[in-house]
């Protein structure tokens, strides 16, 4: 038998030998997971034995990690906005930037409102929201059924299941025919094909493909999401969208196009734009 220490120095070296940045704090995560424990207990008992069983499973998940699986595959969640988010690899890791683009949409709205997000993946967007907007309905639509049922479970556990709908289908097609919306929000694919290729291992070979590029074309998503978007929208409505590095004034150029107004970008906690919004007249 070893001990929890034993065990974790062991863990982080492979971890860093396979080019895991912080291969210390993962290991004491991963074992923390096995044992049922938060990260602080496993740290403080760095001394007590770890049984056989444990100690295999603890294994194998190191050895996912070393595969370079993300930490949050193996884990099962990710937190977002303060709620944990059931993450499997259906869909995308919900990431912190994300949040920017919730709530800069939620400071925009209140009361009684009705909001779509395209491209729901895990619910991040949807739910976040609608935990900002006691009274706001969203309807969440994504072309993977595998991620709709991923993102209903995060609306039922994280308590927002009564106030997000979600449907199948390819973008705002799931939208036509009902009423009008105040917001459409979207963090759509937006990665083109070649820089895909150049993307770290975790993401590349782990994350869906179809969450991360539309193709040759990074901008593709935001061209169709311009054009349908704008007359799903109320008057004085919004398209809010996350973007890419770099793609910022190419989206705002596309909403102007369009035909929305008062077009704005806004920018995350490292200056990099990030959220693009632009209002139906
Ligand atoms: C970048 S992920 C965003 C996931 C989540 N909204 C977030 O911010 O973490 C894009 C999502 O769009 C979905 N998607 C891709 N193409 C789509 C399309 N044509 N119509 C609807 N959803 C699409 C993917 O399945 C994926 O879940």
Redo the contacts with the bound molecule.
Sequence with gaps: MRTVREALADAARRLAGAGVEEADREAVWLLAHVLGTSAGAVRLHAGRQIDANAAAAFEGLVGRRVGREPLQYILGTEEFMGMTFLVTPA?????FD?EILVREAAALLQGQVRVA?????????AVGLASLLPEARVVA????PE?LAVARENARTNGMGNRVEFRL???TAPLAGGDPYDAIL?????IDEAEWAELMPEVRQFE?K???T?GPDGLV?YRRLAAEGLSLLKPGGFLAV?VGYRQAGAVAEIFRGAGLAAVRVHTDTAGIDRVVVGFKE
Excluded: F, H, M, Q
């Design positions: 869909v995308l890791i919900p990431r994300t997000d395209i491209g729901t993946g895990s619910g991040a967007i639509v994504d072309i993977s991620a289908g390819d973008l979207s963090n759509p694919p937006y869906p179809g969450a991360l539309p998503l996350e």
